[in-house]
């Protein structure tokens, strides 16, 4: 997993990047808490960005080209100071909207994502520091 940063802060932590990754061990325990928890996740790309409905065509485009496949508003950012920090980060994420095929598909009211929203929060509360 990565970010892509499209977001004003994480230049100001590690400047001339712009991918930033999050702990790689702290992500495989993260990853085997939730699959304990009956979650499936699989390793993304995001795209982070700070503007607010701009994941234009265009851009969605050349993020996917780039591997994203998922859009946020912080991993970049929080990556980026956990690095320059010198702290693990890791992060998941429950996938509501869909965008690829060009039409907003929402998704948090359907069943799927309250369940999987409720395991990784069930998940996360039993990740503890080792």
Same mark, same amino acid.
């Given at each position: ?7 004003g802060?994480? !230049?100001?932590y590690?400047?001339?990047? &712009?991918?930033?990754a !999050?702990? %790689?061990?702290?992500? *495989?325990? =993260?990853?085997?808490? =939730?699959e304990k ?5 699989r390793?993304?790309?995001c795209?982070?960005? &700070? ?6 065509? %265009?851009?969605?485009?050349?993020f996917?080209?780039?591997? *994203?496949? @998922? @859009?946020?508003?912080? *991993?970049?950012?929080?990556f %980026?100071?956990? *690095?320059c ?5 890791a992060?998941?994420? @429950?996938v509501?909207?869909?965008?690829? &095929?060009g ?9 799927g994502?309250? =369940?999987?929203?409720?395991?990784? @929060?069930?998940a996360l ?6």
């Amino acid at each position: 997993m990565q970010a892509i940063s499209e977001e004003g802060t994480s !230049p100001l932590y590690i400047p001339n990047e &712009d991918r930033f990754a !999050p702990s %790689a061990r702290l992500s *495989a325990r =993260l990853v085997s808490t =939730l699959e304990k928890e009956g979650v499936h996740p699989r390793t993304a790309t995001c795209w982070t960005t &700070d503007a607010f409905f701009r994941e234009t065509p %265009a851009k969605a485009r050349r993020f996917r080209e780039e591997g *994203a496949s @998922v @859009v946020d508003m912080e *991993a970049s950012a929080l990556f %980026a100071v956990a *690095a320059c920090r010198g702290i693990e980060l890791a992060s998941v994420f @429950v996938v509501s909207d869909e965008l690829f &095929d060009g039409k907003w598909k929402p998704g948090f009211p359907l069943p799927g994502f309250r =369940l999987s929203r409720r395991r990784c @929060v069930k998940a996360l509360q039993k990740l503890r520091p080792d």
